[in-house]
């Protein structure tokens, strides 16, 4: 079956680091793909969709110069939070779907925690 | 907007039946989809509703009502194994066409002995 692939799977790092988190459709290409956050005991709440090619969909209140999305390639897509602070420590979470319509379900990395200190 | 309601946590004997309910307040949607999601894992896939009715995979099965604006999922046979969370979801179709999703509030199912 369709795999996305995640990574890093954990990150602790300081205050005010720059932390890139790598998305990979492993056997589809993806011309679009989903971030998404979450917070303990929630939801997963979506942060942006990445366009391959263009520029990255924001939801209402995610700050685009706070989470840099890339997707340079049609297998690829990176999300960076920049300059992070304690309140950034989430875990955030990629998905794409391998075909059309409504009905494929969107296949998920296994997420990055991430830890701001 | 979207919203979709579901119980926050809801607990079962191994071996029963749990019903997982989903309300939802949304201007059209083209399907429900239902995921799970263990502690600190990725979510999978379970089931989709395109229609009204009933829609059966393996132990699970999904329900779409869309004049009560509600769908369910049931799960049978629980095992130990299904202690997880789940969340319905939908793609609204003003998502401009990139089939973004829309999470329920997700509940937390605990399956005891």
């Known amino acids: 079956g369709a795999v996305v692939s995640q990574h890093p799977s954990w990150v602790i790092c300081k205050s005010g680091t720059s932390v890139k988190i790598e998305c990979r459709s492993l056997d589809f290409q993806a011309t679009t793909m989903f971030w998404y956050r979450q917070f303990p005991k929630q939801s997963l709440m979506l942060m942006a969709t990445?366009?391959?090619?263009?520029?990255?969909?924001?939801e209402q209140g995610v700050e685009k110069d706070k989470f840099l999305i890339n997707h340079a390639s049609l297998t690829l897509s990176t999300l960076t939070v920049t300059s992070a602070h304690p309140e950034d420590s989430s875990f955030y979470i990629c998905?794409?779907?391998?075909?059309?319509?409504?009905?494929?379900?969107?296949?998920f990395g296994d997420g990055t925690r991430l830890s701001i200190l | 907007g979207q919203s979709l309601e579901q119980p926050s946590e809801v607990t079962a004997v191994e071996g029963a039946i749990v019903q997982i309910n989903c309300t939802y307040q949304?201007?059209?949607?083209?399907?429900l989809s239902w995921y799970q999601q263990h502690d600190g894992g990725a979510p999978t896939f379970l089931s989709y509703?395109?229609?009204?009715g009933l829609e059966e995979t393996g132990r699970f099965s999904s329900f779409l009502s869309r004049s009560d604006s509600y769908g369910y999922l049931l799960l049978q046979e629980l095992q130990m194994k299904d202690s997880a969370s789940y969340f319905c979801a939908v793609s609204p179709p003003d998502s401009g066409g990139y089939q973004k999703v829309t999470f329920g509030t997700g509940t937390k199912l605990q399956v005891i002995p």
């Open positions: 998905s794409a779907r391998p075909g059309q319509g409504d009905s494929q379900p969107q296949h």
């Open positions: 509703n395109a229609l009204d």
């Open positions: 990445s366009n391959e090619g263009s520029k990255a969909t924001y």
């Open positions: 949304t201007s059209g949607f083209y399907g």
